[in-house]
């Protein structure tokens, strides 16, 4: 099961073909970075958004125990370098860096429930926001998260707000076919 997991997962981040081959370029850029699938998307989608900058951060940042290993952005710049993916930032504009976390983490996206937990969207689980998270007390309505912590409850962490429509928009090849 995991392995259909898997492959239903590169499929739908455009890493492979409908006969499960390498997606041109997409795939093959993705199989030169040494990350997990959602990282190696978000990096190159974050050259189009123009925010590679701050996403070679986040996903060094995500990819390592402690935040302040400073050579796996080194690391992971020099692969996105050679694949000749432009480096710049998106300076103030948060809103572009947002909506290149939706366009790759869109498998990720949890929607705010009238009981105030929320409800993963792609696997239908009950998740609440963790406690240490900023947006504990907020509740945003729609949000991405990077990590689901199974304790007493399904914990979810690494958490952005998002626009629900953005779904629809950046994520058309999955939303558009769900209910």
């Not at 409908?18 to 970075?33: E, F």
């Not at 105030?116 to 969207?121: D, R, V, W």
């Not at 309505?141 to 689901?148: A, K, S, T, V, W």
Request: net charge neutral; charged share 20%.
């Amino acid at each position: 099961m995991a392995i259909i997991k898997s492959l239903e997962q590169l499929f739908l981040l455009g890493a492979l073909t409908d006969d499960h081959k390498l997606a041109d370029p997409v795939g093959h850029q993705m199989a030169r970075l040494p990350l997990d699938p959602i990282y190696s998307k978000a990096l190159i989608l974050a050259s189009q958004f123009n925010c590679l900058e701050e996403m070679l951060i986040t996903v060094a940042m995500l990819s390592v125990e402690s935040i302040f290993y400073a050579p796996r952005e080194n690391q992971i710049r020099g692969h996105v370098e050679q694949m000749g993916l432009r480096v710049a930032s998106c300076g103030d504009d948060m809103l572009q860096f947002r909506r290149c976390l939706n366009a790759s983490f869109f498998l990720n996206a949890a929607q705010r429930q009238p009981d105030g937990t929320y409800k993963a969207l792609a696997s239908n689980q009950v998740v609440q926001i963790h406690p240490s998270s900023v947006l504990f007390r907020t509740k945003a309505d729609c949000i991405i998260f990077n990590e689901l912590v199974r304790t007493n409850h399904n914990y979810i962490r690494n958490i952005t707000r998002i626009d629900p429509l953005w779904l629809l928009e950046l994520a058309s090849q999955y939303y558009a076919t769900q209910n």
